[in-house]
T-cell receptor
Framework: QQQVKQSPQSLIVQKGGISIINCAYE??????FPWYQQFPGKGPALLIA?????SEKKEGRFTISFNKSAKQFSLHIMDSQPGDSATYFC?????????????FGKGTTLSVSS | DTAVSQTPKYLVTQMGNDKSIKCEQN?????MYWYKQDSKKFLKIMFS???????INETVPNRFSPKSPDKAHLNLHINSLELGDSAVYFC?????????????FGQGTRLTVV
């Protein structure tokens, strides 16, 4: 059973446009919702994360929107740039349990055309 | 100054061989992980260790054996390598707790079994 469903699988956006990636989860016990960014040949790196007590978090051009009742969260990239071209993964986890791992979505490959 | 370092970065070996991947983190984290990324970029947890104690052991063949000699190191030994083991293996570390659950990933080890 896939615990995190991510869409779309791939996304092409014009420079300056808005990129939106969505994730849905099943288990309401999850309390940590990060987005990771991965460039080719590199390991994933944390981009932005949110806890379930807030509905939105913004860091620069990146915003997470969180809908607890719908069990969904999304990443919005404003003013998308060619340098944002990468694979994006949503993930879920339990924040307070030692050794708990991230459960990742299947990833979205974003291409920003100039 | 690399936070999570893995060696080697590339590993090409024949079926049936035994190989090891080493991982070291200098972040002072208590928890370390091994993730596997397949050819479709899907990231899945294999093992996690907290203070040298095995916490998570996902459904991984027992040919895979993690070893944590101390909190800063988590090595992965693979026996009798098979073609299906070809993937990118990522080591990661984190500090569990309510305020800081970011996982830091190494650059990955691309294992190719021929």
């Amino acid at each position: 059973q896939q615990q995190v469903k991510q869409s779309p699988q791939s996304l092409i956006v014009q420079k300056g446009g808005i990129s939106i990636i969505n994730c849905a989860y099943e288990n309401t016990a999850f309390d940590y919702f990060p987005w990771y960014q991965q460039f080719p040949g590199k390991g994933p790196a944390l981009l932005i994360a949110i806890r379930p007590d807030v509905s939105e978090k913004k860091e620069g051009r990146f915003t997470i929107s969180f809908n607890k009742s719908a069990k969904q969260f999304s990443l919005h990239i404003m003013d998308s740039q060619p340098g944002d071209s990468a694979t994006y993964f949503c993930a879920v986890s339990w924040a307070n349990q030692a050794g708990t791992a991230l459960i990742f979505g299947k990833g979205t490959t974003l291409s920003v055309s100039s | 100054d690399t936070a999570v370092s893995q060696t080697p970065k590339y590993l090409v070996t024949q079926m049936g061989n035994d190989k090891s991947i080493k991982c070291e983190q200098n972040l002072g984290h208590d928890t370390m992980y091994w993730y596997k990324q397949d050819s479709k970029k899907f990231l899945k947890i294999m093992f996690s260790y907290n203070n040298k104690e095995l916490i998570i052991n996902e459904t991984v063949p027992n040919r895979f054996s993690p070893k944590s000699p101390d909190k800063a190191h988590l090595n992965l030994h693979i026996n009798s390598l098979e073609l299906g083991d070809s993937a990118v293996y990522f080591c990661a570390s984190s500090r569990p707790g309510p305020l800081n659950t970011e996982a830091f990933f190494g650059q990955g080890t691309r294992l190719t079994v021929v």
